[in-house]
C-alpha cells in the first residue's frame, strides 16, 4: 500500500535530535530549551496529594476549575484582563496542543497564515496539517525588528491568521508596545485573528515589560494567546498550558480541544492550581532567576570568538561564529554537528527555524541549566572555538 505523507519533508525535530545525539555523546546540552535543575519539590508533593485524594478521572473538557480561577485572577493582576474563565482559558497539553488546536480551529484550506522566520517549529507543520499555508516573513539579525510595512504588503484575499511570539525563541527578541500599536494599525478593519505565543512572558530582562496582545485594546478581542506552565515552573515534562482567548474563538478551540487531547491530566491541574497559591513569587521571581544565567553564560563566552548576540527574553541567546577559525566555512548545522561531536557541546542551528535559512552563522543555545553545566559548556565551547583575536 503507497504511503502518501502530509508533511513530507518533516523529519524529527532539531530538538529532538540534538538532545538524543547529546546524550548518546555525553555532551553538555545547550540545544532544547528544558532546565537541568531538580523541580521544587513541593509541586511533586503537590501532584502525589491530588492523586492520593482521587483525583484522577477526566477533568472537565476546559480545565479544572481551580486552575481556570487561578490563571483568570492572573491575568486580571498582569493584564488587567478581566475574563469569564469559563468562557475564555482553555487547559491544554502544553503550548505546543494550545498552538495546534488553535490553529486547526481557525484556519482551513485556501487560508494563508503570516508567520515571522525565524519561527518556531510547529507553526508551519500545524497549518499545512489544516490545509492552510504559510507566508513567512523574514526578520533581519542582529535586531529581528519587524517591518509593518511588509506585513502590510504580504496580506491577502486569503489572510486569515497572523503569528506572533513574544518573548521570541529563536531571536530572543521582544515585541514593544509601538510594535502591537503598529500589529493592531495593520489588522484594523481586516478579518484576520493573531495567534499570539507567549509562553516566555516572564523571562524578560533589563527591566524590561512583556507586552500582552490582552492587555492590548486593539487585538484582544482578535486573539488567542497561548502560554505553558512547563517554562513558568521549570517543569517542560508537566506538559500543561493554556489558551485565553475571546468566548467565540475559544468555543471554536475547545470544538478541536475535545477531540485532540479531551482534558489535560487532572491531578497536575489541581497541583499546579494550589502550588501557585502557596508560593506567589513563582512567577515575580522568574526574570531575575533566568537573567543571571544569560549573563553568566554570555560573560563566560565573551572572551571567545563568538560573538554573543543581545538576548532580551526567553531561555536562550544567540552566537555568531563567523570569526571562529574551526566553525566559520560551515554551514550552521555543519557548526552545531561539529560542536558536537568534537567540543561536547549541543547547540540548535538557527537555520532549523527558516522556510529559506539565510546564509548566517548563528547558533542558539539554552541558558535554563545549572551553573555547572554552563560553565563546563562555556569551557568546552571556548577551548574548542579560541579566544577572541
Ligand atoms: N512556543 C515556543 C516559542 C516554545 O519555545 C515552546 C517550547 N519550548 C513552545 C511553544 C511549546 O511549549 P510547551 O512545551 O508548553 O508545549
Ligand atoms: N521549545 C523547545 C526549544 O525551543 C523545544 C520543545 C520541543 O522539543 N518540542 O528548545
Known amino acids: 500500500m503507497a504511503l502518501r505523507s502530509k508533511?513530507?519533508?518533516?523529519?524529527?525535530?532539531?530538538?529532538?535530535?540534538?538532545?538524543?545525539?547529546?546524550a548518546?555523546?555525553?555532551?553538555?546540552?545547550?540545544?532544547?530549551?528544558?532546565?537541568?535543575?531538580?523541580?521544587?519539590?513541593?509541586?511533586?508533593?503537590?501532584?502525589?496529594?491530588?492523586?492520593?485524594?482521587?483525583?484522577?478521572?477526566?477533568?472537565?473538557?476546559?480545565?479544572v476549575p481551580l486552575?481556570?480561577?487561578?490563571?483568570?485572577?492572573?491575568l486580571e493582576a498582569r493584564y488587567g484582563l478581566g475574563v469569564d474563565p469559563a468562557q475564555s482559558i482553555t487547559?491544554?497539553?502544553?503550548?505546543?496542543?494550545?498552538?495546534?488546536?488553535?490553529?486547526?480551529?481557525?484556519?482551513?484550506?485556501?487560508?494563508?497564515?503570516?508567520?515571522?522566520?525565524?519561527?518556531?517549529?510547529?507553526?508551519?507543520?500545524?497549518?499545512?496539517?489544516?490545509?492552510?499555508?504559510?507566508?513567512?516573513?523574514?526578520?533581519?539579525?542582529?535586531?529581528?525588528?519587524y517591518d509593518w510595512d511588509q506585513v502590510r504588503a504580504a496580506l491577502t484575499e486569503r489572510t486569515r491568521l497572523i503569528i506572533i511570539n513574544t518573548p521570541h525563541n529563536p531571536a530572543c527578541t521582544v515585541m514593544s508596545r509601538a510594535d502591537l500599536d503598529a500589529l493592531a494599525q495593520v489588522l484594523e478593519g481586516r478579518d484576520i485573528l493573531v495567534l499570539s505565543d507567549e509562553v516566555y512572558e516572564h523571562v524578560v530582562f533589563d527591566g524590561r515589560e512583556h507586552h500582552s496582545v490582552l492587555s492590548h485594546p486593539g487585538l484582544r478581542d482578535r486573539s488567542v494567546a497561548v502560554y505553558s506552565f512547563g517554562k513558568a515552573l521549570h517543569a517542560t515534562g508537566l506538559r500543561v498550558g493554556y489558551a485565553v482567548a475571546?468566548?467565540?474563538?475559544?468555543?471554536?478551540?475547545?470544538?478541536?480541544?475535545?477531540?485532540n487531547t479531551f482534558t489535560i491530566a487532572t491531578p497536575l491541574q489541581y497541583a499546579i492550581a494550589r502550588f501557585v497559591a502557596e508560593r506567589p513569587d513563582t512567577f515575580s521571581a522568574l526574570p531575575a532567576f533566568f537573567q543571571s544565567r544569560r549573563d553568566l553564560l554570555a560573560g563566560l563566552l565573551?572572551?571567545?570568538?563568538?560573538?554573543v548576540l543581545p538576548s532580551a527574553g526567553s531561555f536562550f541567546l544567540l552566537v555568531d561564529y563567523s570569526a571562529c577559525a574551526?566553525?566559520?566555512?560551515?554551514?550552521?548545522?555543519?557548526?552545531?554537528?561539529?560542536?558536537?561531536?568534537?567540543?561536547?557541546?549541543?547547540?540548535?542551528?538557527?537555520?532549523?527555524?527558516?522556510?529559506?535559512?539565510?546564509?548566517?552563522?548563528?547558533?542558539?543555545?539554552?541558558?535554563?541549566?545549572?551553573?555547572?553545566?554552563l560553565r563546563e559548556g562555556a569551557a568546552r565551547l571556548l577551548a574548542f572555538v579560541g579566544p577572541h583575536s
Request: charged share 20%; hydrophobic share 45%.
Open 326 to 373: 574551526p566553525l566559520a566555512q560551515l554551514d550552521d548545522v555543519g557548526a552545531a554537528n561539529l560542536l558536537l561531536t568534537d567540543a561536547g557541546v549541543a547547540t540548535i542551528p538557527v537555520s532549523a527555524f527558516y522556510q529559506q535559512p539565510p546564509a548566517q552563522g548563528l547558533l542558539r543555545l539554552c541558558f535554563a541549566k545549572r551553573e555547572e553545566t
Open 302 to 307: 565573551a572572551g571567545s570568538s563568538l560573538r
Open 91 to 145: 487547559v491544554t497539553l502544553g503550548a505546543t496542543e494550545a498552538l495546534f488546536s488553535a490553529i486547526q480551529a481557525l484556519v482551513g484550506a485556501g487560508d494563508e497564515v503570516i508567520v515571522f522566520d525565524p519561527a518556531y517549529d510547529s507553526y508551519d507543520p500545524a497549518v499545512r496539517l489544516a490545509g492552510a499555508r504559510c507566508v513567512h516573513l523574514a526578520l533581519q539579525p542582529p535586531s529581528f525588528a
Open 24 to 63: 548518546e555523546l555525553g555532551a553538555i546540552n545547550l540545544g532544547q530549551g528544558f532546565p537541568d535543575y531538580p523541580l521544587d519539590a513541593r509541586l511533586g508533593e503537590l501532584v502525589a496529594d491530588a492523586m492520593r485524594e482521587g483525583h484522577v478521572q477526566y477533568a472537565p473538557m476546559p480545565g
Open 7 to 22: 508533511l513530507p519533508d518533516v523529519g524529527t525535530t532539531i530538538f529532538t535530535v540534538m538532545s538524543r545525539r547529546a
Open 67 to 74: 486552575l481556570l480561577e487561578s490563571i483568570a485572577k492572573r
Open 246 to 259: 475571546p468566548p467565540e474563538l475559544t468555543r471554536e478551540l475547545r470544538k478541536v480541544h475535545q477531540f
